[in-house]
């Protein structure tokens, strides 16, 4: 098992920043590629970026390239989201998910077993 703790949103205006934190316990954290999801209300969750388990790897989904930046500490057990020039449409509940284990990556929401609880994102305009 793998327990996963997002922290770090928040409210914020239009081209504000914020800097997500999802902490991990439980197996060997640096065994797990690691992604972030948002759901938006009235929509499904999607993705928005990943990040090997080296962390030498990253994804991101289009509409935040260049914007977010995914890194992770595995001495520290944590993989972080850095958001900037956040925009009112990336208003959303954001999740860290841990990758199954063997895959380097995946956008694909049913290949994440672990999940955590999520922390909300709001931006105004």
């Known amino acids: 098992q793998v327990q996963l703790v997002e922290s770090g949103g928040g409210s914020v205006q239009h081209g504000g920043s914020l800097r997500l934190s999802c902490a991990a316990s439980g197996r060997t954290f640096n065994n797990y590629a690691m992604g972030w999801f948002r759901q938006a209300p009235g929509k499904e969750r999607e993705f928005v970026g990943s990040i090997s388990w080296s962390g030498t790897s990253t994804y991101y989904t289009d509409s935040v390239k260049g914007r977010f930046t995914i890194s992770r500490d595995n001495a520290k057990n944590t993989v972080y989201l850095e958001m900037n020039n956040l925009r009112p449409e990336d208003t959303a509940v954001y999740y860290c998910?841990?990758?199954?284990?063997?895959?380097?990556?995946?956008?694909?929401?049913?290949?994440?077993?672990?999940w955590g609880q999520g922390t909300q994102v709001t931006v105004s305009s």
């Open positions: 998910g841990a990758l199954r284990y063997g895959l380097r990556w995946s956008c694909r929401l049913w290949d994440y077993d672990y």
